[in-house]
């Protein structure tokens, strides 16, 4: 497959896309982190919605449940309402959800109550759900304690850092919607806020993030990582300074690039792609544009190494409503993608801004290397 020009590209992603978020119950739909049944070939990903609200939402956490080879057929499953008690207790908008897939099992993490993470288990057999659960943390061999914003900022305070603001945001404090990066069975990720420097975490039971270290540069929102010839590799929203770090021990200490990679502030994605580092993050200033400025295109990077400067361009795509948290998804060595946009309702605003959270979309990107 070649295609001679950025058009090209772009009438094949996008020409190729299918609305798979629930649009007869919701009128909002995003900020998906998915994950993969790779035996069966499902995708599952949690998207905020509303029934009644626009653009960004979060009254509703939904988990998707999609085979990867017939998109029409996805379905939706509520995994937390606002409004509807779980065992007697309510979990007001759950938000910064991102969900792994464990024998069998779609294990969602979010956030809820403004300061406390949870998980909650989904059975494809079944549909059934569990019951919801906190998600500890700790540091090297300390008794775990709740994951919440009282113990990230012990943790950040005890590495030395300041001039963070863990309440920058008044509906989040902690976010973790970092894609899960897995290595000898573990994943790795990160905490952040609304502004502060990212902590990098573990987990190997499931349910407990162990505290690895502290990258010293604040970002706003968000940090990803991904993990590839023993590398951990992080790339931070936001970050007005150095924002693209390695790290050859796993998070206790990073070295960072001399690269600056100039993008929108807007979430990118970073992940392993056949031993190398694929990096997708937006642009400011590209036209046309309905959505706020930077949300409307998807630019992907394909190297390794700390010298982002020798990584190559696969494509840029740009949609005038909207890619807005776009997700990619390493499946089998073909890239998927899921992402949002505003075609549904670009005539609704929220804060004086149209979001591009109204509508989930898929498509099948193919073979990286087929691009080079």
Same mark, same amino acid.
């Given at each position: 497959?070649?295609f001679a020009?950025?058009k090209e590209?772009?009438?094949?992603i ?16 995003s900020?998906?982190i998915?994950?993969?049944?790779p ?13 009644t609200?626009?653009?960004e939402?979060f ?14 057929r ?12 779980i065992?007697?207790?309510y979990?007001?908008?759950?938000v910064d959800? +991102? ?5 069998? #099992?779609v294990? !969602?993490?979010?956030? /809820?109550?403004?300061?406390?993470y949870? =998980?909650?288990?989904?059975?494809p ?10 998600v ?12 919440n914003t009282?113990?990230?900022?012990k ?6 850092m300041?001039n963070?603001?863990? +309440?920058a945001d008044?509906?989040?404090? #902690?976010?973790? !919607?970092a894609k899960? /990066? ?5 994943? =790795?990720?990160?905490?952040?806020s ?6 990098v975490?573990e987990c190997?039971?499931?349910k407990?993030?162990?505290?690895k270290g502290?990258?010293?540069q604040?970002?706003k929102?968000?940090c ?15 970050a007005?300074k150095?924002?693209?770090?390695l790290?050859s021990?796993?998070g206790?200490?990073f070295?960072?690039s ?12 970073i992940?392993e792609?056949e ?8 642009l ?5 544009n309905?959505?706020?400025?930077g949300r409307?295109n ?5 190297g ?7 990584y ?14 776009f997700?990619?998804?390493?499946y089998?060595?073909s890239l998927l ?11 609704q605003t ?7 959270k ?15």
């Amino acid at each position: 497959m070649y295609f001679a020009s950025n058009k090209e590209w772009e009438n094949h992603i996008l020409g190729r896309r299918t609305a798979v978020s629930d649009t007869l119950s919701y009128t909002s739909s995003s900020a998906p982190i998915a994950c993969t049944d790779p035996g069966r070939g499902i995708l599952y990903a949690p998207y905020h919605a509303s029934k009644t609200s626009y653009g960004e939402q979060f009254r509703t956490l939904v988990l998707l449940k999609m085979p990867v080879m017939q998109p029409h057929r996805a379905e939706s499953f509520v995994l937390i309402d606002s409004d509807t008690a779980i065992d007697g207790v309510y979990y007001e908008n759950p938000v910064d959800a +991102f969900s792994v897939f464990l024998d069998g #099992i779609v294990r !969602t993490f979010f956030l /809820a109550n403004k300061d406390q993470y949870y =998980y909650i288990d989904f059975d494809p057999a079944s549909n059934k759900l569990s019951k919801v659960e906190k998600v500890m943390c700790r540091q090297n061999n300390d008794p775990p304690v709740e994951l919440n914003t009282s113990a990230a900022e012990k943790y950040l305070e005890r590495n030395g850092m300041k001039n963070y603001n863990l +309440f920058a945001d008044g509906r989040e404090h #902690i976010i973790a !919607t970092a894609k899960p /990066a897995w290595h000898n069975g573990s994943f =790795y990720g990160t905490i952040t806020s609304g502004y502060s420097q990212p902590i990098v975490f573990e987990c190997k039971d499931m349910k407990t993030f162990v505290f690895k270290g502290v990258i010293p540069q604040i970002a706003k929102y968000e940090c990803q990582v991904a993990i590839a010839g023993n590398v951990l590799y992080a790339i931070l929203r936001g970050a007005e300074k150095e924002n693209f770090f390695l790290s050859s021990d796993f998070g206790k200490s990073f070295t960072a690039s001399k690269s600056f990679i100039p993008m929108a502030e807007t979430r990118p994605q970073i992940l392993e792609y056949e031993n190398k580092i694929l990096i997708g993050y937006s642009l400011m200033d590209i036209q046309p544009n309905l959505m706020r400025n930077g949300r409307n295109n998807m630019r992907l990077m394909l190297g390794e190494g700390s010298d982002f400067s020798t990584y190559k361009e696969i494509f840029t795509i740009v949609d005038k409503y909207g890619i807005v948290y776009f997700d990619l998804i390493n499946y089998k060595g073909s890239l998927l993608m899921l992402w949002s946009n505003s075609e549904l309702y670009i005539d609704q605003t929220q804060r004086g801004m149209v979001h591009g959270k109204d509508l989930l979309l898929y498509s099948k990107i193919g073979d990286l290397f087929e691009y080079l």
